[in-house]
């Protein structure tokens, strides 16, 4: 019997004996529901010919049972999954970016080549979008449209932007990822098992519940009537002649905007996954700094206990010990901090240049968005979409200001701890450590100062991406509704 065999790279599941029945499926899956591409049976005749036969109905039912079951299982499990040392921040990442139409991580040469129609699909919404803007403009069309024409091309331009970042910074997101689920110190503490379990199931929630609300909404578009929508109308109209073409042709561009729906959650959750988890590995470190001097004496403690003298020779001996492990301890912090600081600095180009983005594009897309929403005289399912998406960005801008602010709280508290250790008591300045004592406490004043410097999330030098500059973003925002207003 034969099972599991491999031939030009793809994986076949082989059941059976010579002179039998062998039987095999290759088949691929999207979101746990099963796609199957090519199911046969294959009956072996004398010598090396083979003779391809249909298979039987209830052994396919069969199949397709228990592999959709079993893909159902591997589902659930992956969502309810308990934190450990294993898990992965970037919760999802993969599939997002597969669905997204941004990157499939994928040998498979016939998926891949339904990946890439599916891509090259995607932008089909936003050319409909971007003509009917540009016949809005032409036209002279109400302000409140071409507005709302407005906010929808620069939302793409957006998108779309942020996504080619992503894949130009595909390698130094990658380096963060590996450097934030490598997790190789503070492992023995429990309040570092508890900070980044914490950081897991925050993130995994968030992850879940928002592409639950995305692919919620974008399933509600093909409802809207293209035919007389100011974004989704065709540039042709052969309802006459075919109405069924012009039917398939508007669903299909509508459902492709699910391309569009997971670019915009793929473009905030790397944002958010990159700063929780810089975060939480700083937050880590900090306590890690902070259990400096239990780690000495507890490695003090050991190495006396593994050398039997007297009380005299051991006072002698535990202050040299201590003094010699104190150094490596701190040393071996500062190492890991400079090492969080590198992987800081590759991956900052990347956040300023999303934060760049979202800071001054925001401030139009909300002032468009009001325009729309305030000439609106009945509640429509358009209306509802457009709410969603000025609050999406808004929360969004909102809630990276505050990351921010968080990852240089948490990179600012390692000053701290060091500053609330019992280093008065610790460090005994006796006239034969002088050399040591000076080198220890200067190398904790140094560490204090560079925990102070700003981490430089400074939009490229412009302004500190601060929660301070959301609420003036805000204030901007209102200002350029009421400018607008004056003209509708």
């Not at 590198?342 to 240049?353: F, G, H, T």
């Amino acid at each position: 019997m034969y099972q599991g065999a491999n031939f030009g790279g793809k994986r076949y599941i082989l059941f059976g004996e010579p002179n039998t029945h062998i039987y095999f499926a290759f088949s691929g899956c999207s979101i746990g529901l099963l796609l199957v591409i090519g199911t046969f049976e294959v009956e072996r005749k004398t010598g090396y010919f083979y003779r391809f036969v249909p298979m039987t109905s209830s052994l396919l039912v069969k199949q397709f049972y228990d592999r959709g079951k079993s893909q159902v299982k591997a589902f659930k499990r992956t969502l309810t999954k308990d934190f450990d040392h294993s898990s992965d921040y970037f919760f999802g990442l993969n599939l997002l970016m597969a669905l997204s139409g941004a990157r499939l991580n994928s040998r498979n040469t016939t998926v891949l080549r339904w990946w890439t129609i599916y891509r090259w699909l995607i932008p089909l919404p936003m050319i409909v979008i971007f003509w009917n803007g540009y016949l809005h403009i032409k036209r002279q069309a109400k302000l409140d449209i071409v507005l709302s024409s407005v906010q929808a091309m620069v939302g793409f331009v957006v998108i779309i932007s942020r996504v080619l970042l992503i894949l130009w910074h595909y390698e130094p997101l990658m380096e963060v990822r590996r450097y934030v689920n490598r997790r190789k110190f503070g492992r023995d503490l429990q309040s570092s098992f508890n900070i980044r379990s914490a950081a897991f199931y925050r993130i995994r929630k968030i992850v879940i519940c928002m592409n639950t609300t995305v692919i919620m909404l974008v399933a509600t578009i093909p409802m809207l009537d293209n035919s007389k929508h100011h974004l989704y109308r065709l540039p042709f109209d052969v309802r006459q002649s075919f109405p069924s073409v012009q039917y398939l042709c508007e669903k299909t561009v509508t459902f492709f905007t699910i391309g569009t729906g997971m670019m915009t959650m793929l473009i905030y959750l790397v944002d958010y996954m990159i700063l929780t988890g810089l975060t939480t590995e700083v937050t880590v470190l900090a306590q890690t700094f902070a259990e400096v001097f239990n780690r000495t004496d507890q490695q003090v403690q050991r190495k006396l206990e593994s050398e039997p003298s007297n009380s005299q020779q051991m006072v002698v001996k535990t202050k040299d010990y201590f003094w010699d492990y104190i150094q490596e301890e701190l040393g071996d912090c500062i190492k890991l901090h400079i090492e969080f600081l590198a992987i800081k600095n590759k991956i900052r180009p990347l956040l300023n240049a999303h934060f760049f983005i979202v800071y001054y594009l925001t401030t139009l897309n909300l002032a468009s968005g009001a325009i729309y929403l305030s000439q609106l005289k009945t509640l429509t399912l358009f209306s509802i979409h457009t709410l969603y998406y000025c609050l999406l960005i808004a929360l969004e801008c909102a809630s990276l200001t505050r990351m921010v602010n968080l990852l240089t709280e948490a990179n600012q508290s390692i000053g701290w701890e060091l500053y609330n250790l019992e280093w008065p008591i610790k460090l005994e300045c006796d006239e034969k450590f002088q050399r040591e004592y000076r080198s220890v406490r200067q190398t904790m004043a140094t560490v204090m100062v560079v925990s102070q410097q700003p981490l430089r999330f400074n939009c490229f030098v412009l302004f500190e991406f601060t929660q301070e500059r959301f609420w003036e973003l805000l204030n901007m925002a209102y200002s350029l509704y009421n400018f607008l207003r004056n003209f509708v």
